[in-house]
């Protein structure tokens, strides 16, 4: 089954600083990856996926992620963190059946504290 | 252009009650998937609907249900409710037709409280 796993519960990072949200991934065939940012009691908003192609990829609001076959990782990434980037993040990866219908598996997210 | 809507945003239920949750997908979109979000959890596949049949389904029991209307909107229902019900619901709509490769698009959730 596909799957994937977000080692951090939280991240701190000082504002201005690099942020770097980490993710690993198992699966089976070529992986569909994707990123996702949730704020306090809201849904869950798009931030970028990687399908195939160039394994940096570049989300909304100044997000970008990296992707790493022999790691088998999917690392989100900022290069100057902001306080108003402080909510909770998670990486999810497509599942999909012989029917073709597909889903999304959510990692257990991490949360991003950015300090003023 | 809508988003996906979500209601009620919040209700409190006791258990043994039972709850439906009503979703408007985003405009274009045919199919619409549930998922459960425990307090500090991450989103569970609940079920997905296309074309007013449920597609796929995931570790749920009998007792969460789903439709979807003609429209493509739907339903989630849930009977004889337990304390471990209290979570997040939320409605993702996508398409599966068409280019469709995996993202979903999400309301805002339906907060379910169970005392």
């Known amino acids: 089954a596909q799957s994937v796993a977000q080692p951090e519960d939280q991240v701190n990072v000082a504002e201005g600083n690099p942020l770097t949200v980490k993710c690993t991934y198992s699966v089976s065939g070529n992986p569909y990856l994707f990123w996702y940012v949730q704020y306090p009691n809201r849904g869950l908003q798009f931030l970028l996926k990687?399908?195939?192609?160039?394994?940096l990829v570049k989300g909304s609001y100044g997000f970008e992620a990296e992707f790493n076959k022999s790691q088998t990782s999917f690392h989100l990434k900022k290069p100057s963190a902001l306080v108003s980037d402080s909510a909770l993040y998670f990486c999810?990866?497509?599942?999909?059946?012989?029917?073709?219908?597909?889903?999304?598996?959510f990692g257990t997210g991490t949360r991003l504290l950015v300090s003023p | 252009d809508a988003g996906v809507t979500q209601s009620p945003t919040h209700l409190i239920k006791t258990r043994g009650q039972q709850v439906t949750l009503r979703c408007s997908p985003k405009s274009g979109h045919d199919t619409v998937s549930w998922y459960q979000q425990a307090l500090g959890q991450g989103p569970q596949f609940i079920f997905q609907y296309y074309e007013e049949e449920e597609r796929q389904r995931g570790n749920f029991p009998d007792r969460f249900s789903g439709h979807q209307f003609p429209n493509y909107s739907s339903e989630l229902n849930v009977n004889a409710l337990l304390l471990g019900d209290s979570a997040l619901y939320l409605c993702?709509?996508?398409?599966?037709?068409?280019?469709?490769?995996?993202?979903?698009?999400f309301g805002e959730g339906s907060r379910l409280t169970v005392l």
């Open positions: 993702a709509s996508s398409l599966v037709a068409g280019g469709y490769t995996g993202e979903l698009f």
């Open positions: 990687y399908i195939t192609g160039d394994n």
């Open positions: 999810a990866v497509r599942d999909i059946k012989n029917t073709g219908f597909q889903k999304l598996v």
